[in-house]
């Protein structure tokens, strides 16, 4: 499993990359495989700067009776197994030394992990990759061993993941681990793991995982397709970066475009369902392909709590987001109509003088809840607490009793606050946010028509939002498919979720 991290050798469009092997004003120096061992050595260290980087290694070391170099990367190297393959290095007697490389691979290495490197690019490919490279007097390739071990932190649940029952583990920054933890998952040879690295600098490697037996083909090709014309210089902010590099255009509708999960068991069941999973390294999230409004909703807490609770929970979650983008702008809409409100509900309309108009008290509060969500993240923990309960106070008392807020409309920015928790994915969340405000201002601007105008417009931007592979962005809704819908809004038993067709 750990060749999965040294990737292809081969770059974006098939074109082998490139490299820092440009010399001192544009001129190419000579090839690391040109010329004898002092010649080769010295052009490594210039081509790596050794003067210059801390965190490269050259040691010299003696290899039966010949003379060798090691070169790696410091914070990628496992020590303990290291030494003791030097160790045995050190064991061995010149006149057992064999003149060919191929014998000498066959006779004294026998770790698993090793490559050979035979061009000027893949030496530099697999050293930043964290490999060790030694180079060995007499031979003219350059053999490597995989002892990386790259700096993670534990596979411990994600915070924004969590559930109440099943497994507590997560995926993790890097790619070899999220791998191993699918796998043990799913023990089947039909499970794949494809590797390619992309952008011209970074390098980053991206594995996409499916099962070959029940993966759609003409998805598979479409989504290798555009990965292999992804043509940038750097994937700076991931999955972010690749998920801007698959969508060039459209930036301008906030509905997420791919479900996220950092639970392993989640895109274990997805795998087997027949979806695609991109795993990018650097990065502790799973895109899971192809991606509907319906699989985004979709939290692992349903599955892990028997059928009738599981539907229950995922209608509430279903109705609590309905509610979160529509409970402000309606509340405005029957304030503008008073009328409309039937007298066993005239409690819901504000009794207290308005100071400042209720249009811009529910916007004003809008904005403050991320400011305070955004103050949050920024807090140390130890004073999160503390701070929150002082925001608190000063939001939901002091605004009120001052004049600035009516207590009706703290009470519903209250309900909108919390809802956007009640699903895990925070594009939607934002995306609902979005709306709301929108349907808010048109409500405000044209009464009763702006509100059916902002509600016109939520429909096209999700009917409207592409997708990179499936039949559609509201699929089983449209096109309509009444068996999965049904099982897109009732939480099926295991015996039934089985049956194919």
């Known amino acids: 499993m750990k060749k999965i991290q040294s990737g292809n050798t081969e770059g974006v469009n098939g074109k082998k990359p490139s490299g820092n092997i440009e010399g001192v004003n544009g001129e190419k120096p000579s090839d690391i495989f040109e010329g004898q061992y002092e010649e080769r050595m010295k052009r490594i260290q210039e081509l790596l700067c050794i003067d210059k980087n801390f965190d490269i290694l050259h040691r010299q ?145 991206v594995a996409v995982v499916y099962m070959k037996d029940r993966v759609k083909e003409a998805s598979l090709k479409e989504i290798k397709r555009r990965l292999q014309n992804i043509d940038v210089d750097s994937l700076t902010m991931n999955k972010e970066s690749l998920s801007e590099m698959l969508f060039p255009r459209n930036w301008y509708n906030p509905f997420p475009r791919f479900k996220y999960s950092e639970r392993p068991d989640t895109a274990a069941a997805c795998l087997l369902e027949g979806s695609i999973i991109l795993l990018v390294d650097n990065s502790p999230a799973a895109m899971i392909l192809p991606t509907s409004l319906f699989s985004i909703l979709e939290d692992a807490n349903e599955y892990y709590f028997p059928p009738v609770t599981g539907t229950y929970l995922r209608m509430t979650r279903m109705l609590t987001s309905i509610i979160a983008i529509y409970i402000t702008p309606v509340f405005l809409l029957l304030l503008q109509n008073p009328q409309w409100v039937p007298e066993w509900l005239e409690f819901i309309l504000i009794k207290d003088k308005v100071n400042v108009p209720p249009v811009i008290q529910l916007l004003i509060l809008e904005f403050a809840i ?61 995306a609902i946010k979005f709306f709301r405000i929108l349907c808010l201002v048109l409500t405000a601007w044209l009464g009763l028509p702006g509100f059916i105008a902002g509600s016109i417009l939520l429909a096209g931007f999700l009917i409207g939002n592409p997708v990179l592979v499936g039949k559609g962005y509201l699929y089983p809704l449209i096109p309509f498919n009444g068996r999965q819908l049904l099982k897109r809004f009732f939480r099926v038993s295991l015996p039934y979720s089985e049956k194919r067709g």
């Open 61 to 205: 070391l003696a290899i039966g009776g010949r003379k060798a170099s090691m070169f790696v990367v410091d914070g990628f190297l496992r020590t303990a197994v290291s030494e003791k393959v030097l160790e045995f290095f050190y064991s061995i007697q010149e006149e057992d030394m064999p003149r060919d490389y191929a014998e000498f691979v066959e006779k004294y290495a026998p770790y698993a992990d090793i490559m050979t490197i035979d061009t000027q690019e893949k030496f530099i490919q697999f050293l930043l990759s964290g490999m060790s490279c030694f180079l060995i007097e007499g031979y003219q390739e350059i053999i490597a061993f995989d002892f990386r071990e790259y700096p993670s932190r534990s596979i411990e649940e994600p915070d924004k993941d969590k559930v109440l029952r099943g497994s507590r583990d997560g995926f993790i920054e890097s790619l070899v681990p999220n791998a191993a933890l699918i796998r043990r998952r799913i023990r089947d040879v039909n499970l794949i793991f494809e590797i390619q690295q992309i952008g011209r600098s970074s390098k980053t490697d």
């Open 370 to 430: 991320d400011g305070l969500k955004m103050a949050s993240i920024n807090t140390p923990n130890m004073l999160t607490t503390p701070l929150s309960i002082v925001a608190g106070i000063v939001f939901g008392d002091y605004t009120v009793s001052s004049g600035w807020f009516n207590s009706e409309i703290m009470l519903y920015m209250a309900f909108v606050a919390v809802a956007n928790y009640t699903q895990s994915n925070m594009e939607l969340g934002y």
